[in-house]
T-cell receptor, first 115, second 114 residues
Framework: GENVEQHPSTLSVQEGDSAVIKCTYS??????FPWYKQELGKRPQLIID?????GEKKDQRIAVTLNKTAKHFSLHITETQPEDSAVYFC??????????????FGQGTRLTINP | DAGVTQSPTHLIKTRGQHVTLRCSPI?????VSWYQQVLGQGPQFIFQ???????GRGNFPDRFSARQFPNYSSELNVNALLLGDSALYLC?????????????FGAGSRLTVL
């Protein structure tokens, strides 16, 4: 089955600097890669996703890159702000109506933004 | 519009007991799935239901069961609770046929087994 590895487990950056979180996956049939942000005691919330037919996607300060050949994808946050502090999870699935619900998550990265 | 709603939000059980968790998907969403999130880990897929039928099951024992009702709400049942079942149980729903396939999570039910 699919296995998703996420690194680093913790990341501390200065406010205004960039943060990068990396994930690798094992199932070559995976074609949907979402990133979720989870604040303490709250639900995971989708912040950005990418599908296998694109290599990069941006949304303001957040970007995700995908390398299907190497089976890895990354989250990039620029100009970090204190409200970016949270746990971030990458995930992978085979997409489609049924596959999209069977997300395999990474272990999470606790991001701390230092003022 | 209400998001994915789950109940109860918190509950405490003892080993060997049974628990039922409930979920109402976003209006118009016909597919729901359940995830278990142990403290400090990523969510793990338990079940997927679409049109009242089980469409997928994760690596969980038979003590875990679920069902979906005609109004697309769902419940997760766990029998013979173990200490290791303590976790946040997340329900998620998805708009089928939209092409976007974005999964939206509820706030979860936090289960503590003593």
């Amino acid at each position: 089955g699919e296995n998703v590895e996420q690194h680093p487990s913790t990341l501390s950056v200065q406010e205004g600097d960039s943060a990068v979180i990396k994930c690798t996956y094992s199932d070559s049939a995976s074609n949907y890669f979402p990133w979720y942000k989870q604040e303490l005691g709250k639900r995971p919330q989708l912040i950005i996703d990418i599908r296998s037919n694109v290599g990069e996607k941006k949304d303001q300060r957040i970007a995700v890159t995908l390398n299907k050949t190497a089976k890895h994808f990354s989250l990039h946050i620029t100009e970090t702000q204190p409200e970016d502090s949270a746990v971030y999870f990458c995930a992978a699935s085979r997409g489609g109506i049924q596959g999209a619900q069977k997300l395999v998550f990474g272990q999470g990265t606790r991001l701390t933004i230092n003022p | 519009d209400a998001g994915v709603t789950q109940s109860p939000t918190h509950l405490i059980k003892t080993r060997g007991q049974h628990v039922t968790l409930r979920c109402s998907p976003i209006s118009g969403h016909k597919s729901v799935s359940w995830y278990q999130q142990v403290l400090g880990q990523g969510p793990q897929f338990i079940f997927q239901y679409y049109e009242k039928e089980e469409r997928g099951r994760g690596n969980f024992p038979d003590r875990f069961s679920a069902r979906q009702f005609p109004n697309y709400s769902s419940e997760l049942n766990v029998n013979a609770l173990l200490l290791g079942d303590s976790a946040l149980y997340l329900c998620a729903s998805i708009m089928t046929g939209s092409g976007a396939n974005v999964l939206t999570f509820g706030a979860g039910s936090r289960l503590t087994v003593l």
